[in-house]
């Protein structure tokens, strides 16, 4: 018997990334890095919202255009944020966000 | 105009209303003027201010306050006059026809004595309709009377309004009362006040000029110069004459009392007219002050009277107090007297408290104010809360305190012992101002007043009242006798003759002692007047000792004042003759059924003597002999013919105001007639020899009042002639004495001073009442203001010092308080607050990991619970 791909599987996989991402922004000093692991968490979204697309009938069209939405927002998110780590890096000349502690209490 | 004019027609007393308000109305003009005058001055640099000035008189100011105040009282008098005419002439049209029935009635009576039987009963039928007839007559004249003679309206109402009810006292009433004596009281006022405003205006003279000089007040630069008071002057003796005339007008207590207020506000404000001396404010003080010691007896007469008996109307008092003349039963056997007895509370039925008749009984029975058809004047019950009526009783004593409370209030006004010591030195105040009020009229209110409320007073009250007035005319006479000021001796004739008055009415001379008023008013207006004339003559000199000789230099003032010396020293034929021997003759009638009494006749009759020893000496000192001072000869003049024509007036009347016809019959006097018509019942009922006859039902107490004023009357008339002579034979001598002294220089007066050194120390100061009120009163008073003060400093001032230390020390507490507990827990909020951040602030280390780490951890926390109660509630 072929083993049969499941819903289980997709959200594993999700959830699998969204711990990497999540890992990797909390451990990263790199800004770069960071921005990686935020398209990894948005990417495991964006897996759990075209699995839920796939097996339930109720969000066939939602769970896709949720998804491509998210793409969207990732580029988006990306640019700005580079923009953003640009100016960083002007400003400090690095791109260690540990030096950004002007906000501290 | 029309309606005033068939207003008079018909309500004749609105004349004196009138006459009353007249000098009212010109004081409030004065003084409107005035204060238009002040508010332009105030304004005078703009133009609106400056025409205003201009209008109301300028720097300059006229005499015109003096011509409307003149006017007015001037009106007042033609008012008066037509009054008092009118009155005289209704009042004698009645009388005639009375006294032609009563003739009729008598003849009736004689001839029934000696009728036979036969023709008794028809006599009769015809004296009772004779009888009807004399009743329906009276009757007549008393509804005339009160319909056209008197009036008066609810001023104040003291119960809630709505309730209009006069029995239990709630309604205040200002009133109008004319009977003859209030009629020729109105003329003798307006009359005198008319001369004297005319005297005044040459007297004031110096007042117009926009600054006087004040030669008697020094201060460092020299005299005090201040603005002229011309106007100001007018006003007060406007006022002063409205308030007079009030005070005669007045149908009740209340009102009079106003008056009597006014008058003595009056009084004080002209004393005090040139209030930068300091004996003038001084005087003006003391006159003041003694008048309010009367005063407060005066008020405690108004309470116990409006306490017992709800009114201050003089005729409801009257009525109350006073036996009726006759009741449904015929004449009453008490008539017009105050009848005593005892009240037995235990006794009590329905109609009220057993009520026995006794001479000494402690309680006065009060008759109904509104008496029944049917009812018995004398009765056995007496209500405790009476209907208007029913007649209810009072404790006599009270009564006697009403009395002596209203009478001393009158020794204050008239200047009696021992309230006389303000009279002297109200001479303080401008002459006209002496004349006008401390002469002729202000002083006279007291006796005035007494005379009103005659009806009012007890035997014990009316003994009093003629020792207070015998005491006085002696000691003031005896003090006249040294005065050297020419002002202080009639002053104190002045304070003699109201004593003569008092006494009168003491001894039941009531109608000689309000003649005598008259008369004296007339003699002594002119006296003060001449006096003011020769004082603006020598340029403001009053002491005699520097006079002397003036006779030739002012003769019409002279000759004038020797016809008032003469009226007041008694000269037959003068008005004072008639007044003084009557009430000598009252005097001798009371002490032969009184011969305990024996120095009301006495000092009187002494006291004449001296009066006309002292008179004589002034006239002497001031006109004969050689000029004592050259200068003030040499300047002296006589005065302006504003000033003299007063004079001769008064003069005249001085001297014929009092003649009947016949001239020389000392009982025929007309003012002595007219003065007759007011006298109360009462007054015939306590004066009379006590005929103890039988009557019919309360045993032997109850006298015949009728009888016994018949007799009084012919006692006074038999001693007319006696007490007269004896008098003239005084006042004889008297004047001899006082020739022989002061103008033949048989005597020196000086020597007669040395040889009697302490005699004439003591007369000069005054009987040492001055000293004696020092002593007395006066100084105590300071002592206890003394102690006052060192208690208000010291005990009262400690007081508030401690409670504000107090103060302080708690505030201080109150301070450590707010610091320590209050202020330490807000602080102790703020560092707990401030700590807790500064410790929290860690938790925001700005790493980026970290943020993400409690992110992570938080998002899985949350999952974990909502994983939880999911299963749970898939479970459930």
């Known amino acids: 018997m072929i083993f049969a791909v499941g819903l289980d599987h997709f959200l594993l996989l999700g959830a699998l990334l969204f711990v990497c991402g999540a890992v990797c922004m909390a451990t990263k000093r790199n800004a770069i890095g960071i921005l990686m692991g935020v398209e990894l968490v948005l990417n495991a979204a964006t897996i759990n919202f075209v699995a839920f697309a796939r097996y339930n009938p109720v969000f066939q069209v939602e769970g896709q255009i949720f998804a491509l939405f998210v793409i969207v927002l990732a580029a988006a998110e990306a640019a700005i944020a580079l923009a953003i780590v640009l100016n960083f890096y002007n400003n400090h000349m690095t791109v260690d966000v540990d030096t950004a502690e002007e906000l501290k209490g | ?876």
């Open chain 2, 1 to 876: 105009m029309m309606n005033l004019v068939e207003l008079f027609g018909e309500h004749p007393g609105w004349y004196f209303v009138a006459a009353t308000l007249t000098p009212l109305l010109s004081f409030v003009l004065i003084l409107l003027a005035s204060a238009m005058w002040c508010a332009g001055r105030a304004y005078r640099a703009t133009p609106a201010g400056a025409a205003i000035f201009n209008l109301f008189g300028g720097e300059e100011r006229g005499r015109i306050p003096a011509f409307v105040a003149t006017g007015a009282i001037a009106l007042a008098f033609v008012f008066s006059l037509i009054g008092f005419i009118r009155f005289t002439a209704q009042q004698s049209t009645f009388e005639t026809q009375i006294n032609q029935l009563q003739t009729k009635l008598h003849q009736l009576q004689t001839q029934k004595k000696t009728a036979t039987e036969k023709w008794t009963h028809e006599l009769e039928e015809e004296i009772e309709a004779e009888e009807a007839k004399l009743e329906n007559k009276e009757k007549m004249w008393t509804s005339a009377r009160s319909y056209a003679w008197q009036g008066n309206f609810d001023w104040l109402r003291i119960r809630p309004a709505g309730i209009r009810d006069a029995d239990n006292g709630t309604v205040l009433q200002l009133g109008f009362k004319i009977d003859s004596l209030s009629a020729l009281m109105f003329v003798m006022v307006t009359f005198i006040a008319t001369l004297i405003h005319v005297f005044s205006i040459g007297y004031m003279s110096e007042e117009l000029q926009p600054e006087v000089e004040d030669h008697q007040v020094h201060t460092a630069h020299g005299h005090l110069v201040r603005r002229g008071r011309f106007g100001r002057f007018f006003m007060f003796l406007s006022l002063f004459c409205f308030s007079m005339l009030n005070l005669v007008l007045a149908d009740n207590l209340f009102q009079v009392f106003l008056s009597w207020e006014l008058v003595g506000i009056c009084s004080y404000l002209l004393i005090g007219f040139y209030t930068e001396r300091q004996s003038a404010s001084n005087a003006a003080n003391k006159a003041f002050i003694t008048n309010r010691i009367g005063d407060a007896g005066f008020i405690l007469g108004l309470l116990i009277l409006w306490t017992n008996l709800g009114t201050f109307n003089f005729d409801e008092i009257f009525q109350r107090v006073r036996a009726p003349l006759s009741d449904t039963h015929g004449s009453v056997d008490v008539a017009g007297r105050i009848v005593r007895g005892n009240v037995d509370p235990n006794n009590t039925t329905k109609a009220g408290q057993r009520f026995t008749p006794d001479e000494d009984g402690s309680q006065v029975l009060l008759f109904p104010h509104r008496p029944p058809e049917h009812y018995h004047a004398i009765v056995s019950r007496v209500s405790d809360n009476p209907k208007p009526d029913q007649h209810s009783a009072m404790p006599y004593w009270l009564l006697v305190a009403a009395g002596l409370g209203i009478f001393l209030g009158c020794v204050g006004k008239s200047a009696q012992f021992p309230l006389q010591v303000w009279l002297p030195d109200a001479m303080e105040g401008p002459t006209p101002v002496s004349a006008l009020i401390h002469a002729a009229t202000m002083v006279a209110a007291g006796v005035y007043l007494v005379g009103r409320c005659y009806p009012l007073f007890t035997y014990d009250a009316l003994v009093v009242i003629a020792y207070t007035g015998g005491i006085t005319l002696f000691v003031a006479a005896t003090i006249a006798v040294v005065m050297t000021d020419i002002k202080k001796v009639l002053a104190y004739s002045t304070v003699s003759q109201l004593g003569y008055m008092m006494l009168a009415l003491g001894v039941g001379g009531w109608v000689a002692g309000l003649f005598h008023l008259m008369t004296h008013a007339f003699f002594k207006a002119l006296l003060f007047l001449c006096s003011g004339s020769v004082i603006y003559g020598c340029h403001h000199e009053q002491d005699m000792l520097k006079m002397g000789g003036l006779f030739p230099k002012m003769k019409i003032t002279a000759l004038s004042m020797l016809a008032g010396v003469l009226a007041i020293a008694g000269i037959p034929l003068f008005t004072g003759w008639y007044s003084k021997d009557a009430i000598l003759a009252q005097a001798l009638g009371f002490i032969y059924v009184h011969p305990q009494h024996l120095f009301l006749f006495l000092l009187p009759l002494v006291t004449a003597g001296i009066t006309a020893f002292y008179m004589a000496r002034m006239w002497l000192m001031t006109f004969t002999g050689k000029p004592r001072d050259e200068h003030v000869y040499e300047h002296a003049h006589e005065s302006p013919w504003t000033m003299t024509a007063p004079l001769i007036i008064l003069a005249v009347c001085s001297v014929c105001v009092a003649w009947g016809w016949p001239i020389y019959d000392a009982e025929a006097s007309w003012l002595e007639h007219n003065v007759h018509h007011a006298q109360h019942h009462a007054v015939l009922a306590d004066f009379g020899h006590v005929d103890f006859t039988e009557s019919k039902d309360h045993g032997e107490y109850w006298v015949v009042a009728k009888k016994q004023a018949q007799n009084e009357r012919l006692y006074a008339f038999h001693n007319h002639h006696l007490a007269g002579n004896l008098a003239l034979g005084l006042v004889a001598i008297s004047l001899a004495f006082a020739g022989l002294i002061y103008w033949k220089r048989v005597l020196d007066p000086a020597e007669a001073k040395e040889q009697f050194p302490s005699l004439h120390a003591f007369l000069m100061d005054k009987w040492r009442f001055d000293r004696l009120y020092s002593v007395i009163l006066v100084r105590p008073a300071l002592v206890v203001g003394h102690w006052l003060a060192w208690f208000d400093l010291h005990v009262i001032d400690g007081l508030i010092h401690l409670l504000s230390w107090l103060t302080v020390l708690a505030s201080k507490w109150d301070g450590i308080f707010d610091n320590a507990i209050v202020d330490g827990l807000v602080n102790l909020v703020g560092n707990v607050m401030y700590d807790a951040g500064a410790r929290l602030r860690n938790v925001q280390t700005g790493y980026l990991r970290s943020y993400v780490l409690f992110l992570v951890l938080a998002a899985a926390g949350i999952f974990m619970v909502l994983a939880y109660f999911v299963r749970m509630a898939m479970a459930g």
